[in-house]
């Protein structure tokens, strides 16, 4: 028999009210709670985590990260209760971190090095071994699969870029490795097994203060500090001059390997991690492309086919990125043992391409290669004179050739029946004049998913805006998808299929005519199953718009990202991260420890059905 093509899933619950309470909510017949809140010891060399922010940096290097943000469950046996969540750590909260905020020097320098280390270790992404326990997930401390990549792991380079003299450093002469993966919003997975860590906004944590390249300006290296200032204890403390000091990239000697010029080469990548591996380094994989990664999906897998990754670049008027495996997909490669090794198959080499959303829901990938055609008639050599140039300016390779500029692509998600890819855009104020019709909406507060199939050529693909974001009394203008009370939603961010064709919407920071009515929230909807007389899938409107419903909402100031299931789907974790207040507002009942203030903490909720059926049918 073949295989079905749209999904047998029917939700089983009903769509809740919106949320502006200090607590998660959840349909009736759940239960949730919290899991492997930041700070939660993954070994013995951490200490309990201290409500005072007064954990060292070293209990952080050895402790779940802060303001979780994608993740995924591996499974380490059949009945799926007992597993690996890794967690992606987006970046850090300061005054929730130290006792009282950061501290400075009188000019306005960090000035204490063990703060500084504990926010780059705060940094990174988590592995945590958790099992189910009398129906309850825990985390397992001290478990051997624990553990932690921070913003200062050495991690190697594969690719285009790999021993490229634009990634020579004083760390790394011959090119081959750089330190820390910063930045980790959304994330992906792989066929054989392997984590996917996205850097998105890496490059505010360098400075260059001298001449910034085109490429630099591009993809928006400051001119001034660092997000955080960790630069400034390169003058502290001369011993560790290159611990902090490579965060400058301002030339300052004769050779790039003599200073830190190409520090930030070595990041904006998708990072490669095996969870099942504790003894292995992370691998960044620059053949997919150089920007602010969000997230990172493969397309349905076809035997003899090649391998497709897809990428949003997540900001005002960036792109969308696919990357097509030179290597053809062999299914026996999903059993490998050796995980990485099918990461340098199929992820190292291969075309990058962009979209281009033309009218008619028409699309075509053009291709970043040398001889990508450029919309002045030439090709990308014109400009670039090596690959590995296009790919460290992946954006500014994007300009020459007419990409389609988007309001903010963030994840994408792949439907497992019908191979369709959605993407969420999540909004964008500054469209101030110059629509597309793959962005039809000025000042684009709302946010909208779009979605494509590909064409039987590797640059051809259709497409259609599947769901308008809006507040439900937008008039007809605003809210084009017909929502309601019960759906209304803005800033649509996190995204992901399960593999019984639900797709679950996240949002962060919803325009504040959605925000007074609702916190953020995680929706579903099932797309396969809604075909219209001749079996075309159809997108939201008002006639079917009871089909997306509200299944979660979070606490007060967070946003809902990271979206994971156990894989007999009696589990969901989904991550809430830079609550205000959040869990202690959750727990009234729970004393104030005395004399210290109550900070907040990003966690992973468990969602589970009371009964301990499948959650979401
Ligand atoms: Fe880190 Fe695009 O959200
Ligand atoms: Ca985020
Ligand atoms: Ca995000
Ligand atoms: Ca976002």
Not at 253 to 262: E, K, V
Not at 280 to 297: D, I, N, P, Q
Not at 484 to 513: C, H, K, M, Y
Not at 561 to 588: E, L
Request: charged share 20%.
């Amino acid at each position: 028999p073949t295989a079905p093509t749209k999904s047998s899933a029917v939700l089983g619950f009903e769509s809740i009210p919106g949320s502006l309470t200090d607590a998660v909510a959840i349909p009736a017949g759940y239960s949730a709670y919290v899991l492997a809140p930041w700070g939660t010891p993954l070994n013995s060399k951490a200490a309990a985590w201290k409500d005072d922010g007064s954990n060292t940096a070293d209990d952080q290097a050895n402790s779940v990260g802060m303001h979780h943000d994608g993740m995924h469950f591996f499974p380490l046996n059949d009945a799926g209760d007992d597993g690996l969540l890794c967690i992606n750590h987006e970046y850090i909260d300061q005054d929730a971190l130290h006792p009282t905020g950061p501290t400075y020097d009188t000019d306005g320098k960090r000035s204490v090095i063990d703060e500084v280390r504990k926010e780059i270790n705060a940094h990174g992404v988590s592995v945590v071994r958790i099992k189910l326990v009398s129906g309850m997930w825990q985390v397992v401390e001290n478990d051997s699969y624990n553990r932690r990549f921070t913003g200062a792991s050495v991690m190697d380079i594969a690719g285009p870029l790999a021993y490229s003299s634009y990634l020579e450093t004083r760390y790394s002469p011959d090119g081959s490795q750089a330190r820390g993966t910063l930045n980790n919003c959304g994330n992906g997975y792989t066929p054989w097994g392997t984590y996917l860590t996205c850097e998105e906004n890496w490059p505010e944590y360098f400075v260059n203060k001298g001449e910034r390249t085109e490429e630099q300006s591009r993809t928006g290296i400051p001119s001034t500090d660092t997000r955080y200032g960790w630069n400034h204890l390169a003058g502290h403390d001369e011993e560790r001059l290159d611990e902090f000091a490579r965060f400058d990239m301002t030339p300052t000697g004769t050779s790039a390997a003599n200073d830190y010029r190409n520090e930030a080469n070595g990041h904006g990548y998708i990072v490669e991690i095996d969870p099942y591996n504790p003894n292995s380094r992370a691998v960044k994989r620059t053949a997919l492309g150089r920007f602010r990664h969000e997230g990172c999906v493969f397309g349905k897998l076809e035997e003899g086919k090649p391998l497709t990754f897809y990428s949003g670049h997540d900001s005002r008027f960036e792109y969308l990125y696919k990357f097509v495996s030179d290597a053809v997909w062999d299914a026996a490669d999903a059993n490998s043992s050796n995980r990485l090794s099918m990461g340098d198959k199929y992820m190292n080499a291969g075309t990058l391409y962009v979209a281009k959303f033309s009218e008619d829901g028409v699309g075509e990938w053009l291709p970043l290669t040398l001889d990508g055609m450029t919309t002045d008639g030439g090709t990308l050599a014109d400009s670039f004179s090596s690959l590995e140039e296009i790919i460290l300016n992946t954006a500014g390779a994007a300009d020459l050739v007419g990409a389609t500029p988007m309001d903010r692509p963030e994840w994408a998600a792949v439907d497992p029946f019908t191979g369709t890819v959605y993407l969420t855009l999540t909004n964008n104020s500054r469209r101030t004049e110059s629509t597309n019709p793959a962005n039809p909406r000025l000042n684009n507060n709302f946010g909208h998913i779009i979605r494509w199939d590909e064409g039987d050529a590797a640059t051809e693909f259709s497409w259609d805006i599947f769901v308008f974001g809006s507040p439900d009394d937008g008039d007809a203008e605003t809210n084009l998808s017909g929502l309601t009370d019960l759906n209304q939603f803005a800033s649509p961010d996190g995204l992901a299929f399960d593999a019984r064709g639900i797709l679950w919407v996240q949002t962060d920071n919803g325009a504040s005519e959605v925000g007074e009515e609702t916190n953020d929230q995680m929706l579903a909807i099932v797309p396969s199953t809604m075909l219209d007389a001749d079996g075309n899938q159809q997108v939201v409107g008002a006639d079917n718009q009871t089909q997306l419903k509200r299944f979660f909402v979070g606490p007060n100031g967070c946003e809902v990202t990271g979206f994971a299931i156990t894989p007999d789907y009696t589990t969901v974790f989904a991550n809430i991260q830079h609550p205000d207040n959040w869990p202690y507002s959750d727990k009234a009942d729970e004393a104030t420890p005395a004399g210290v203030s109550v900070r907040p903490r990003a966690a992973t909720v468990i969602i589970r059905k009371d009964d301990g059926g499948a959650v979401g049918v």
